[in-house]
C-alpha cells in the first residue's frame, strides 16, 4: 500500500515496466491522489482489508487485475446480448 502514496509508481507487464505519477494536480493546484487508500488503525484492520478488497492490481482482484489505467484509455461500453444494440436495449419513454 505504500506505493500507491508514493509520488511515482511502477509494476511490470509483460516485461515491460509501467511508471507514472500517483498524483496529478486540479486546477486550484492541489495534489489530488489517483488512488483512495484507506487508513487503518491497527493490523486487523489491515489484514480485514487485504483479505477482502485489497487495492487494484492485487489479490482477490476486486479493482482489476492492473493497478492503474492508462491516461489515454477511455473507459468503453460492454454490451453482451443477442442482436444489435438498438433492438435489445431501446431507450424508451415510459408510458
Given amino acids: 500500500m505504500r506505493s500507491a ?3 511515482t509508481y511502477s509494476y511490470k507487464v509483460r516485461d515491460k515496466l509501467v511508471t507514472g505519477d500517483n498524483y496529478s494536480e486540479s486546477l486550484s493546484h492541489q495534489r489530488v491522489p489517483k488512488l483512495a487508500v484507506p487508513k487503518f488503525r491497527d493490523w486487523g484492520e489491515i489484514l480485514h ?43 424508451t419513454l415510459p408510458r
Wanted: glycine letters at 10%.
Fill in 5 to 7: 502514496t508514493d509520488e
Fill in 49 to 91: 482489508f487485504i483479505l477482502t478488497e485489497n487495492l487494484p492490481g492485487a489479490y482477490p482482484y476486486t479493482g482489476g487485475v492492473y493497478p492503474y489505467r492508462r491516461e489515454e484509455e477511455d473507459p468503453t461500453r460492454m454490451f453482451a446480448g443477442e442482436g444489435a444494440p438498438e433492438r435489445t436495449n431501446p431507450r
